[in-house]
């Protein structure tokens, strides 16, 4: 672990005076640019902690130009949330995928078939949870883990693939209608808080 990912080093910066903590964080932003970088080299921007600078600032990338010092903080909270998310670094990104498909039963060959299903699967992820949140707005509470299951017993089940699910309106319509069914019934669910700030639900 990176001193960037300790929580220790960001209660010090915050006690450092403007001018310390300005210099320090240029360093930060600038290694945090590099992982960008990184993962745009790999194609690897529909990380989670990728796609989501892009849905806040339209432009991945962070900078301390023009800055005053209220809003340097502010930066560098966002900095923060990227750079201790295990999906803003290429080797946490392939962690992250093993886990997912060990938890959601995918199957897959090596590293760049995980990489291609994982895309797809990410993608339609996004779709209904963004779903969720636009229309029952019950997405936190079922968590990101739940709907990655639900997707993949769906995709199993019709015989199907990623991308022709997440361009199915019928695909889905019925993995929505499963998960706000098993919500509504009250499933009990662990809940535990991964380093990308998704909620897990087991």
């Known amino acids: 672990m990176s001193q960037y990912e300790d929580d220790n080093y960001w209660s010090t910066l915050y006690k450092m005076d403007a001018k310390q903590y300005r210099r ?31 849905d806040s600032k339209g432009n991945p990338k962070f900078s301390v130009k023009g800055l005053d010092h209220n809003q340097l903080q502010s930066e560098m909270s966002k900095v923060k949330k990227f750079v201790q998310a295990k999906t803003s670094t290429v080797r946490g990104i392939n962690t992250t995928l093993k886990e997912m498909a060990s938890n959601t039963g995918i199957k897959y060959k090596n590293l760049k078939e995980l990489r291609s299903k994982a895309s797809s699967f990410f993608n339609l992820a996004s779709k209904v949870e963004q779903y969720l949140r636009n229309v029952e ?66």
């Open 137 to 202: 707005d019950v997405a936190s509470a079922i968590g990101y883990q739940k709907i990655w299951e639900a997707i993949n017993q769906y995709v199993k089940s019709e015989n199907a693939d990623f991308d022709e699910v997440e361009n199915s309106v019928e695909g889905l319509t019925n993995i929505v209608d499963g998960l706000l069914n098993g919500f509504e019934k009250g499933d009990v669910f662990t809940m535990k808080n991964d380093d990308d700030g998704f909620y897990f639900l087991g």
């Open 24 to 54: 320090e964080a240029s360093k930060v932003i600038s290694m945090a640019n590099k992982r960008l970088a990184r993962l745009e080299k790999s194609n690897l921007t529909d990380s989670p902690a990728y796609a989501k600078l892009v």
